[in-house]
């Protein structure tokens, strides 16, 4: 199995800067690309950044501002997907999710970690 916990959510301010963490844990051989959605309330959940090996991906309204990084653990046990978030604004309040799709054994399912709310308001 995996499992996804994110952390790093928070209260703060436009214009203010967060940095979220996404610690995946279990058969890392069996998953591939590693993402960040958002979800509001009353909204579809939104994709904001992609990472898969080296390549990156953003979304137009997160582009230049957020950045998604991937870690191993030596052990091959853990990983950890980080978003830095620049220059925040109140459109990005939601609720961030982590989720990773399956590879190999693992093929065609989806893991997704509870989310970790972010609030930028003043």
């Known amino acids: 199995q995996v499992q996804l916990m994110e952390s790093g959510g928070d209260l703060v301010q436009p214009g203010e800067s967060l940095r979220l963490s996404c610690v995946a844990s279990g058969s890392m051989r069996n998953i591939g690309t590693m993402d960040w959605y958002r979800q509001v309330p009353g909204k579809e959940r939104e994709l904001v950044a992609q990472i898969d090996g080296g390549a990156t991906w953003y979304s137009d309204s997160v582009l230049g501002r957020f950045t998604i990084s991937r870690d191993f653990a030596r052990d091959g046990a853990k990983s950890v997907v980080n978003l830095e978030m620049r220059n925040l604004k109140a459109d990005d309040t939601a609720l961030y999710l982590c989720?990773?799709?399956?590879?190999?054994?693992?093929?065609?399912?989806?893991?997704w970690g509870q989310g970790t709310q972010v609030t930028v308001s003043s």
């Open positions: 989720h990773a799709s399956g590879i190999n054994y693992y093929r065609g399912r989806d893991f």
